[in-house]
């Protein structure tokens, strides 16, 4: 096992981090920017190393910088934790060659996943069922037109190298889709520096479906349930669920032994999401995330497993903890992604945190980095915190979340609390009927 590990990321997966750390008995190392020296897990870290200025990519993304406060440290291995480098597979290649260990999965299999068209390639060879769509890569319009009359409008231009929901565009007839191909490209070229873009059937009323998996890297893999993360703003999950509303135990069951049979085909190392769209019965692969995820919590509720001390097992070269059949679901999971965002317009709100007041009690959890008195930065994103809670139905975790939001105060910023207040009472989130484009109607005014 390691004896340091040096935390690459903030907020409150940093924190989360150096928690499974110290359940373990492992040293942690926390790295931040000049913006960042008072943060709570820099505070509660047993080292801190300075990396940079405030830009993500002078501090979180400066390879050099983390590096050298690998070297100062003496730390075994990394945790990148999700975003900033946690899917840069040259980031995984480089701390090798420095015999340092990277807490994820195989560079190769972060590199196959982070190119969507290849990622569906791979799926539909390990048998994993995808959304119709082009064989690779659309550099022509005639053949886009092509391509999109035989799969059917509406369509998708989707960025190969697509995520965060940034490069999508609809096509609903052949009339928009000179438009489309044209405006996804432009956005894919600037979000990530390739205009690659592929097409897609647009599904209309899918659920967005997840399985969690967890693989040793020797062929060994099993699947740990799903998630529910259809409520989404702008294509970015707002609230999810495990187990989901939608699915029975065959479902469940069928589409996870797929994943996990993929997963151990692959080789797969650590823990990762395969992402589905679910419509009609029917589940077609989207993508795969090569990291742990930012509502992996609402699946250690489920089962009871700890998954960020799994992945640094794993990493360590420890075998799994658990075969298929020790994992079992018990009751009913959400989690409220809780934004410093103006509930209405979403427009950020930095600035400092005059009162907090966490919600507790049986079945609840707060994984959160703010305090009172802290000051949230402009630079990063907006998460606050995320409130997760338990029951033993879905049912009695509605009811649970219901008062947890009563109880939790935040003053001095504007919040996202009130949108969940309004969500957790609805006919529609209390029925669990509720797919993608739920949320955005909603928020229109028209559900
Ligand atoms: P990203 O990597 O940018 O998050 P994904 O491929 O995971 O992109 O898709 C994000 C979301 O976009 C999905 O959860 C879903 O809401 C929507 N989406 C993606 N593909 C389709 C599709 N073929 N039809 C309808 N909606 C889609």
């Known amino acids: 096992m390691f004896s340091k590990i040096l935390i690459a990321n903030r907020g409150e997966i940093a924190l989360r981090i150096l928690r499974a750390c110290k359940e373990l008995g492992i040293a942690t190392v926390a790295v931040h920017s000049t913006a960042d020296a008072d943060a709570m897990h820099v505070k509660l870290a047993d080292e801190s190393v300075c990396i940079g200025p405030p830009p993500a990519k002078d501090s979180y993304l400066n390879v050099p910088s983390l590096l050298a406060a690998c070297e100062i440290t003496g730390a075994e291995a990394v945790h990148p934790g999700y975003g900033f480098l946690s899917e840069n597979a040259r980031f995984a290649e480089i701390l090798a060659d420095h015999h340092i260990g990277f807490i994820g999965p195989k560079p190769e299999h972060i590199r196959l996943m982070g190119d969507k068209i290849e990622a569906k390639r791979t799926a539909k060879r390990l048998g994993i069922p995808c959304v119709p769509g082009s064989e690779g890569g659309i550099t022509d319009d005639e053949e886009a037109k092509r391509v999109a009359a035989d799969i059917g409008y509406p369509v998708l231009v989707k960025a190969a190298a697509g995520g965060g929901g940034r490069g999508m565009k609809v096509a609903r007839t052949a009339a928009d889709i000179e438009v489309a191909l044209a405006t996804a490209r432009s956005e894919a070229k600037a979000a990530f520096g390739d205009a690659t873009v592929y097409l897609e059937k647009y599904l209309e009323k899918p659920r967005h479906i997840e399985v969690q998996v967890l693989g040793d890297g020797r062929g060994n893999a099993i699947h740990i349930g799903e998630r529910d993360c259809s409520l989404q703003r702008r294509h970015q999950k707002v609230w999810e669920e495990s187990p989901s509303p939608a699915l029975n135990a065959d479902s469940r069951h069928k589409i996870g032994t797929v994943v996990a049979n993929a997963m151990r085909e692959l080789k797969y190392l650590s823990a990762g999401t ?174």
């Open 274 to 447: 395969v992402e589905f769209l679910y419509e009609n019965g029917e589940f077609y692969f989207i993508e795969m995330n090569t990291r742990i995820q930012v509502e992996h919590p609402v699946t250690e509720m489920v089962t009871g497993i700890d998954l960020l001390n799994e992945q640094i097992r794993l990493a360590a070269g420890l075998p799994l903890s658990f075969v298929q059949d020790d994992i079992t679901l018990n009751g009913h999971s959400i989690e409220c992604r809780i934004n410093a965002e103006n509930p209405t317009t979403f427009r950020p709100s930095p600035g400092r945190i005059t009162y907090f007041h966490p919600p507790g009690g049986l079945g609840v959890r707060v994984d959160s980095a703010v305090y009172q008195g802290y000051v949230i930065p402009p630079y990063y994103d907006s998460l606050v915190g995320k409130l997760i809670v338990h029951g033993k139905t879905r049912n009695e975790c509605l009811m649970r979340l219901r008062r947890a939001l009563d109880e939790i105060v935040v003053d001095g910023i504007e919040t996202t609390v009130p949108l969940f207040r309004t969500l957790v009472r609805h006919p529609d989130i209390a029925n669990g009927l509720y797919d993608i484009h739920w949320l955005e109607h909603f928020l229109a005014g028209s559900p």
